[in-house]
Structures are given as structure tokens and as C-alpha cells.
């Protein structure tokens, strides 16, 4: 079946603009994660949905970052005024529910500019 | 707090080399503990993993020992090929209390050439 989808795959952005990307889980998958992979920083969890759960936000760097996801599917990452330190591979990944095996999308580059 | 040290690279080995990985880890109570791989130009895929202490996990000739008491997940493979060549992240997710939602803490990585 289908996998995890992320769009868009590259994003270039100019400082202090705002960026949204997006991710499709595995039909039927009620866990979300957002991860992001930095050079200076590797691999760090941003946030996390469980179905109607109220999200695990802890891992969001500032203010700046929010994640929403409608309906128990889709879920967006919107990054406002974007700042170079920003530019990173964002991965999303789902699971059937927590704990169980995390599948991961090919992720959304972000340059920032 | 929670958080995974593995070794640094790259590892550079030639065809048929034996390999080891070394991961520890920091965490309270008992993590599920794993290891990824990410082919070049391809996304993280789960190789192994491991639940409790002494458990084995092991996947396309790659094995890793939970060790509870070295608070160590080693990936280890007896001959490497030329396709294994990728970088290999150890993780972990913590486990009891508010901490079951399943999200992964990884190590740096480690990228792994195997040469012919």
C-alpha cells in the first residue's frame, strides 16, 4: 500500500517568510510524529498526535513552530519567519499507534535563504 | 533525561569485514531500543529493535544485544557487503509514565562505507 507522502519535496524560502509543509500518513495510522535532521544537530522529535489526544509539543524549537492535524490524517508543520538555522530535512512518520513501528516519509528539505 | 551516544565515523570496511556499531544510551525506566538505516537517497527505515533487557534483535544479518546493565545496543554483522553501505542511527523511546507516546531520540549517526 501506500506509504508516507511529505510535500512539498524541496522548499527554498527567503528569511522571515513563512513556509507550511505537509504530511500524509498511512491510511489508518493514529500516531504522527514530526522529526527534523539538521547537520549541526542530527536527528530531533518535534511533535507528536495521537488520535483526539492533545499533541506532545515538546520537542518544537520556539514559537515560531506549529503543527496541526485535521480530521486524524493529514497534518501540516508551519514554520513563521523562517530563519536560516531553520533549513533542515523535515521527516514526518506514522504508526499504527504509539510505541508500535514508526514509518517514515522521504522527508521535505527546507532551505532558507 | 533521555539520550543515545554512538560512535562517531565513518566507518570505512572492506567487503566481508566484521562490524560493530557502538550505541549507549541514558534513560529512566525501560526504553524500547532500535536501530535505523538510511540508504543513500532513500528514507529511514527500521532495521531492528529490541524491547527488554536481553532481547535480540536482528534483520538481514544485522544483530544488536539489549544490555541492560552496560546500557548498551551494539549493531554488529558478521560480513558486510557493498549495499550496506548507509548511515545507521541507534534510537530509542522511552517508556512508563507520560513518556509512552512512542516518539524516537536518536543518536548523531554513523555512516558506514563498505568498499569492494
Known amino acids: 500500500g501506500a506509504g508516507v507522502s511529505q510535500s512539498p519535496s524541496n522548499k527554498v524560502t527567503e528569511k522571515g517568510k513563512d513556509v507550511e509543509l505537509r504530511c500524509d500518513p498511512i491510511?489508518?495510522?493514529?500516531?504522527l510524529y514530526w522529526y527534523r535532521q539538521s547537520l549541526g544537530q542530527g536527528l530531533e522529535f518535534l511533535i507528536y498526535?495521537?488520535?483526539?489526544?492533545?499533541?506532545?509539543k515538546s520537542g518544537l524549537p520556539s514559537d515560531r513552530f506549529s503543527a496541526e492535524r485535521t480530521g486524524g490524517s493529514v497534518s501540516t508543520l508551519t514554520i513563521q519567519r523562517t530563519q536560516q538555522e531553520d533549513s533542515a530535512v523535515y521527516l514526518c512518520?506514522?504508526?499504527?499507534?504509539?510505541?508500535?513501528?514508526?514509518?517514515f516519509g522521504p522527508g521535505t528539505r527546507l532551505t532558507v535563504t | 533525561g533521555n539520550s543515545v551516544t554512538q560512535m562517531e565515523g565513518p566507518v570505512t570496511l572492506s567487503e566481508e569485514a566484521f562490524l560493530t556499531i557502538n550505541c549507549t544510551y541514558t534513560?529512566?525506566?525501560?526504553?524500547?531500543l532500535f536501530w535505523y538505516v538510511q540508504y543513500p537517497g532513500e528514507g529511514l527505515q527500521l532495521l531492528l529493535k529490541?524491547?527488554?533487557?536481553?532481547d535480540k534483535g536482528s534483520n538481514k544479518g544485522f544483530e544488536a544485544t539489549y544490555r541492560k546493565e552496560t546500557t548498551s545496543f551494539h549493531l554488529e554483522k558478521g560480513s558486510v557487503q557493498v549495499s550496506d553501505s548507509a548511515v545507521y542511527f541507534c534510537?530509542?523511546?522511552?517508556?512508563?509514565?507520560?513518556?509512552?507516546?512512542?516518539?524516537?531520540?536518536f543518536g548523531q549517526g554513523t555512516t558506514l562505507q563498505v568498499k569492494p
Open positions: 512518520a506514522s504508526s499504527l499507534r504509539e510505541t508500535y513501528e514508526q514509518y
Open positions: 491510511s489508518g495510522h493514529t500516531a
Open positions: 498526535f495521537q488520535g483526539n489526544s492533545a499533541p506532545d
Open positions: 534513560a529512566t525506566g525501560y526504553p524500547s
Open positions: 529490541a524491547t527488554k533487557a536481553d
Open positions: 534510537a530509542l523511546t522511552p517508556r512508563g509514565g507520560s513518556s509512552n507516546t512512542g516518539k524516537l531520540i
